[in-house]
């Protein structure tokens, strides 16, 4: 049994010494509707503010019908890109009167089916999600519910309106950048060959391939998941296939890259490592490197409050708004290989 004690309305009433009617009044703003004198809603205020209580959050949802609360459903917490997402995204609910509850769904659609049912359960008024599930019916379901948007990745469902980065131009511009002939060889590390960051992605590699005349082999495409034990495996195996390190590598996440790097510093090989090497998603970190790492960053502000700002139209009764997509920026490091 719990040692805590939790406070309830009666309590504060019996401690000011008024009647439950009148300290419900008084702590959710109606004590001037009714009359309570000055006197009387100190006293309360004052119970209240010394123990600490706050009325009932879920009663004040039920009466006014709206909770003031988003939710945010992200895979994982530990990905940097989705992280700055909700770093980005809390601000700007508190600016606009919105408290942000996130969840993680660990890239599981059983994980995350449990997440959104708590978030509705707890009257949030409205959801964005980074789905990890491709069947657009998952999401339909909720969507009759409450207003839902999608960030970062897209199912092609006009019920599902999305905000994502335009992968596949930064990443056929960078990509072109990097190859200077058709003879360039170069490597694709990704994720999740069925999810829509994945997909724009390697298009993006491909089209860039094509610009440069360079011939797709596709001993050079290597996909899984976006997490550091793929990088490193992918980097060992090229390694050990090849002999030597690929001429190129562009890495579909900060996070492959991390694998990669962690294998080449392993065994101390960063003189004999690739040329140049090519990232979706940046951190400052990269300009410490000792190797030269362009990268793609995602304006992880502009994609919060594009979500955010159609969410809440939704919420406000607006007809379901159009997708966007938002150019992702490019930064080039000068550093010799």
Known sequence: MSTYTRLTIDDIARMAGVSRTTASMVLNGRAGQYRISAATQ?????????????????ARTLRIGSSN??????????????????????????????????????????????GIEHLIARQVDGLVIVP???????????????????????LDDPAL?????????????????????????????????????????LKGFCAALARKGVAVQPEWIRARDYRRSSGYEFMRACYLELGRYP??????????????????????HFDIAPKRLVTFDDHNLLDCLPLRVDSIEQDSNALAAASLERLLAMIGGDPVPAS???PAKLHRRIRDA
Not at 132 to 154: G, H, M, N, Q
Request: proline share 6%; charged share 20%.
């Open 69 to 114: 609360t988003l939710g945010l459903v992200v895979p994982e917490l530990t990905n940097f890109a989705h992280a700055s997402l909700a770093q980005a995204m809390e601000p700007i609910c508190h600016q606009v009167g919105y408290q942000l509850l996130v969840v993680t769904s660990n890239d599981d659609p059983e994980q995350e089916k449990a």
């Open 42 to 58: 100190e006293r309360v205020l004052a119970t209240a503010r010394d123990n600490n209580f706050q009325p009932s959050h879920s």
């Open 324 to 326: 966007i997509t938002i």
């Open 247 to 268: 001429r190129f590598l562009f890495t579909g996440s900060i996070t492959l890259l991390e694998g990669a790097l962690a294998f080449i510093s392993e065994h101390d």
């Open 132 to 154: 990890c599930a491709i069947e657009s019916d998952v999401y339909r379901k909720w969507a009759t519910r409450l207003p839902l948007f999608l960030v970062d990745r897209r």
């Open 161 to 201: 309106p999305y905000v994502v980065s335009d992968a596949e131009a930064a990443v056929t511009e960078l990509v072109s950048d990097t190859l200077s002939s058709p003879d360039d060889e170069i490597y694709y590390f990704g994720g999740q060959p069925d999810f829509s960051p994945s997909i724009d992605r």
